[in-house]
């Protein structure tokens, strides 16, 4: 296992660390959980037909971690995700990628310290404006991307500030689904958890999602063998998790069975080595228990490999295999491939080994390898980790090939353009659906025509 793959398990922990730390000393806005609960209020708004939402299947689905706030953005929450010890300036923050801001308004646009080269102020952008994330799910519409698995961080809804940020952007994701005809579920990131939390805060909040956001209910909210979808990640992993094994058997059970709450479909995401308890997995055979309850395996293979041809090896030897187990159970298969990979900001003066674009992009090359790859051996769903995740520069939205220089480092897309990823991305969706051929070489994008202006005679 390579470094990044040993670190990559710990995602969620570090990312909720960085979460959790004011930026530049700021105070924080005091909320009660119970005004946080008091807030949380069904989708009453306008919706759209577009995507079936009754299917994983031919389905390619994003992450989207929906983490970022800003300054100004009315939260109080300053630069979450930002940050870096508590302070967003030149030299301390905790993003590799910088977003595409161009086509934001101003209202959606939040002034930083950094800098661009030819000296201007550097932009970014916050997950609790609605305006931006509706302009996401338009970018998915545009883009051919079905929708996204919302993640809901155990550790954060664990206060009443992180629960009431959950809702707000919650509601935007919904609002974004429905308006622009795409679909969306959720999933729970048990990373940070203690022993307990499971039962106190996991499974009292999925009873809080329906009895008082009624999500479920919510129709772009994704459907599979007719039930609603929920998605479970951090399972077996041998990271020295502090909640047990037996309490994700009773999450899975209550998800499953449970009279009110129950009746879903169970997306489990495990390790890499979840079928033979290797490498980044526990060795309990209780996970393949564990694993038998839910419906859909997802293993996590961020870091597991780093060029084209290591994925496409993983696909031929790993990923067959796990497909071929999960059919003779009876559970579908849900691979997880990723752009690339990049957290030196974030591990600034913690790992000397945090180079910049540690998984290089290949200008597209390696997120595409790992879809053909995984088309051949017949996955016919993916997901693609993820959507807006600039920390560890896994994101496929925009980002900019002109970002802020100075103190920090950052990276571009190369030179591709900054929606190049999410075109590719529909490209994906394309395969996944037969329409095109698995190829080794990514399909040639179009160039757009300027339009000809026509000659007036006088």
Not at 25 to 39: E, H, L, M, V
Not at 70 to 90: I, K, V
Not at 425 to 443: F, H, K, M, W, Y
Request: with cysteine; aromatic share 10%; charged share 25%.
């Amino acid at each position: 296992m390579t470094a990044i793959a040993r670190l990559s398990m710990l995602v969620g922990v570090g990312a909720l660390v960085l979460c959790a730390a004011g930026a530049e000393g700021a105070p924080r806005r005091k909320t009660t959980r119970q005004q946080a609960i008091d807030r949380m209020k069904p989708y009453a708004g306008k919706h759209v037909r577009g995507v079936d939402t009754s299917t994983m299947h031919k389905k390619v689905m994003c992450g989207y971690q929906g983490w970022f706030s800003a300054q100004g953005d009315g939260t109080g929450q300053r630069w979450d995700h930002y940050s870096s010890g508590g302070r967003f300036e030149p030299g301390h923050c905790s993003i590799d990628l910088w977003p595409d801001v161009s086509e934001l308004d101003a209202d959606e646009k939040y002034v930083t310290s950094f800098k661009h080269k030819n000296g201007s102020p550097a932009h970014v952008f916050s997950s609790h404006n609605r305006k931006t994330v509706l302009r996401h799910f338009k970018w998915m519409k545009e883009y051919g991307i079905d929708g996204v698995f919302l993640q809901r961080f155990g550790a954060t809804i664990k206060s009443g500030r992180g629960l009431a940020g959950r809702t707000i952007v919650t509601s935007n994701v919904q609002a974004g689904a429905n308006l622009h005809g795409r679909t969306w579920a959720m999933m729970y990131d048990l990373s940070g958890l203690r022993a307990g939390d499971i039962e106190k805060y996991v499974i009292a909040d999925w009873k809080l999602l329906i009895d008082r956001m009624r999500i479920t209910r919510d129709k772009a909210y994704l459907r599979h063998n007719g039930k609603p979808v929920v998605g479970v990640w951090g399972v077996g992993f041998n990271d020295n998790r502090r909640y047990s094994l037996a309490e994700c058997r009773r999450l899975v059970k209550f998800l499953k069975s449970d009279r009110t709450y129950g009746s879903n479909t169970v997306v489990l995401g495990v390790p890499t080595g979840w079928r033979t308890l290797t490498r980044d997995s526990i060795k309990d055979k209780a996970l393949h228990e564990v694993i038998r309850l839910a419906d859909v395996v997802s293993p996590w293979t961020i870091g597991r490999y780093e060029t084209p041809g290591q994925a496409q090896e993983h696909a031929k030897t790993t990923a067959r295999a796990d497909l071929a187990w999960c059919g003779s159970a009876g559970k579908e298969y849900l691979p997880v491939i990723f752009p690339g990979f990049s957290w030196r900001n974030m591990m600034k003066g913690r790992r000397a080994d945090a180079t910049l674009g540690q998984i290089p992009r290949r200008k597209g090359a390696f997120l595409w390898s790992q879809a053909v790859a995984n088309r051949k051996i017949g996955a016919n769903m993916t997901y693609v980790a993820m959507f807006d995740e600039i920390d560890e520069a896994t994101a496929i939205f925009k980002c900019t090939n002109d970002p802020p220089v100075g103190a920090s480092e950052f990276l571009t897309y190369e030179g591709v353009p900054s929606d190049h990823y999410l075109w590719l991305t529909g490209q994906v969706r394309r395969l996944v659906r037969n329409e095109i051929p698995a190829s080794p070489d990514a399909p040639k994008r179009a160039k757009s025509k300027k339009p000809r202006l026509k000659t007036v005679r006088r």
